[in-house]
C-alpha cells in the first residue's frame, strides 16, 4: 500500500478522494435557462446556467429578484422532473396561482413559513441532513433582508427597543452550516436580499447580512432597473445584473436584460452589445442590423446583405445561427470568464471543473 492510498484509509471521515477526482469539484452540476444572457451571468458561458452552492440576488424593490430567482427554479425543474423545492418564506408575497403562472409544478414546492433566522437555521440542517448526493433539491429563501432575528422577535415581544447585536451572528451561524451541505450534496440555494446605500459623496450598494454572505456565496448580483420606453411611454424595464462576487464571472462585469410590460422577458435582450462588440452584428445605417461570420479561409468577418429592424433582433431566426459558431461563444468565455486558459485552439481548460470544454 503506498502512502496516498495509506492517508485514504487513515482517516475517519468517508468520500476521501484525489483533488483530480473529486465529485465535489469535477461532477457540479449546471442548470441552463432559456435565457442566454442569465447563463452568461451565472457561468460565462454562453450556453452555462444556473451553477450549485449559494447565489444571492440583491437589490432595492421591485428589481425583478423574485422573478429570477422563480426563471432559475423553472430552469431546475424543466432538467429534473422529479426535484423538490423548499420555498423558505417570511415576506409572503408569492402565490400559488403567480407561480402557475410561471410553469412552475406547485406540487412539488414545499412553501416554508419563517419567522425568524435562528427558526431557519434549525430547519433547515435538518432537511440537509436527510438529502444525499444525487437527490434533487432547490432551496429558495424570500428574503434573508427582510429576515429577523429571534432576539429581535423577543425584544418586540417584551416592549424592548434596544438594538439587536445578534442577527449577524446568527445569519453567519447558518451560513457556516449550510454552506459545505449545498457543495457536497450539490444543491442550488438562491437567496434573495435588499441592499442599501452608502452616505459616501458616491454612494455604493451594501449587502446587508454581514461579511458571511459574502463569503459563502458563489455568487452575488446587485440589480439595477431603468425605464424603456417608446416615446414618451414606458414600455417595460431594462434590468441589469451587475457581478458583485462571482466564483466563474468576472467581477464588475454587467448583464443587462429587458422586460417588457406586456411580453415579459425578451429572451436575447442583452446579446446585441455583445454581438456589436464581437463584430458578429453590425450596424450598417441607424435602426438596422446586419449579421456578420467568420470566414475561416480569410480569418475575416463577411457581413450578410439583410438588414433587420431592432425589433426583429429579439428572434430566433436572428440569433440561432450565431450561438452555433465556437469564435461567438470562445469571445464570451474570453470577454466574461473568470480564470478560464486556453490550452489549444479547439478547447479550454476550466480551472473549477478540471474538464476541457470545447
Not at 460565462?44 to 450549485?52: H, M, R, V
Not at 424593490?61 to 424543466?78: E, G, P, R, V, W
Not at 412552475?104 to 416554508?112: A, S
Amino acid at each position: 500500500m503506498n502512502l496516498l492510498e495509506k492517508m485514504k484509509k487513515a482517516g475517519s471521515i468517508t468520500g476521501i478522494q484525489t483533488l483530480a477526482e473529486s465529485s465535489l469539484f469535477n461532477m457540479r452540476d449546471t442548470i441552463p435557462t432559456d435565457i442566454p444572457i442569465i447563463n452568461m451571468a451565472f457561468s460565462g458561458y454562453l450556453d452555462g446556467g444556473i451553477s450549485t452552492g449559494l447565489t444571492v440576488f440583491s437589490g432595492e424593490s421591485k428589481t425583478f429578484k423574485t422573478m429570477l430567482s422563480l426563471y432559475c427554479l423553472k430552469a431546475y425543474q424543466d432538467k429534473y422532473p422529479e426535484s423538490v423545492c423548499l420555498f423558505y418564506d417570511c415576506e409572503f408575497g408569492v402565490t400559488p396561482e403567480y407561480l402557475t403562472s410561471f410553469g412552475l409544478d406547485v406540487d412539488r414546492i414545499l412553501h416554508i413559513p419563517v419567522e425568524h433566522v435562528e427558526q431557519l437555521k434549525f430547519d433547515i440542517v435538518k432537511r440537509m441532513e436527510d438529502v444525499k448526493r444525487g437527490d434533487r433539491v432547490f432551496v429558495l429563501l424570500d428574503s434573508l433582508g427582510n429576515l429577523a432575528s429571534k432576539k429581535e422577535v423577543d425584544d418586540a415581544l417584551d416592549a424592548k427597543s434596544v438594538a439587536d447585536m445578534s442577527r449577524a451572528k446568527a445569519i453567519r451561524s447558518l451560513l457556516r452550516i449550510t454552506t459545505p451541505h449545498l457543495t457536497a450534496k450539490d444543491i442550488p440555494f438562491i437567496m434573495i436580499n435588499h441592499v442599501y446605500k452608502t452616505q459616501e459623496l458616491y454612494s455604493k450598494d451594501v449587502i446587508p447580512g454581514g461579511t458571511a454572505v459574502t463569503y459563502s456565496a458563489n455568487t452575488i448580483f446587485v440589480i439595477s432597473k431603468a425605464q424603456e420606453k417608446t416615446g414618451t411611454d414606458v414600455t417595460g424595464y431594462k434590468f441589469t445584473l451587475n457581478i458583485n462576487k462571482s466564483r466563474f464571472v468576472k467581477e464588475k462585469s454587467k448583464f443587462p436584460f429587458v422586460v417588457d410590460m406586456d411580453t415579459g422577458i425578451k429572451k436575447y435582450s442583452g446579446l446585441l452589445e455583445v454581438a456589436l462588440e464581437s463584430g458578429h452584428v453590425v450596424k450598417p445605417s441607424n435602426g438596422w442590423y446586419s449579421r456578420a461570420f467568420l470566414d475561416e479561409s480569410t480569418g475575416e468577418m463577411v457581413v450578410e446583405e439583410e438588414k433587420h429592424r431592432a425589433k426583429d433582433t429579439n428572434e430566433d431566426s436572428f440569433w440561432l445561427d450565431i450561438m452555433n459558431k465556437k469564435d461567438f461563444k470562445d469571445f464570451i468565455s474570453d470577454r466574461y470568464r473568470y480564470g478560464s486558459i486556453r490550452q489549444k485552439d479547439d478547447d479550454w481548460l476550466d480551472p473549477h471543473t478540471g474538464e476541457l470544454v470545447e
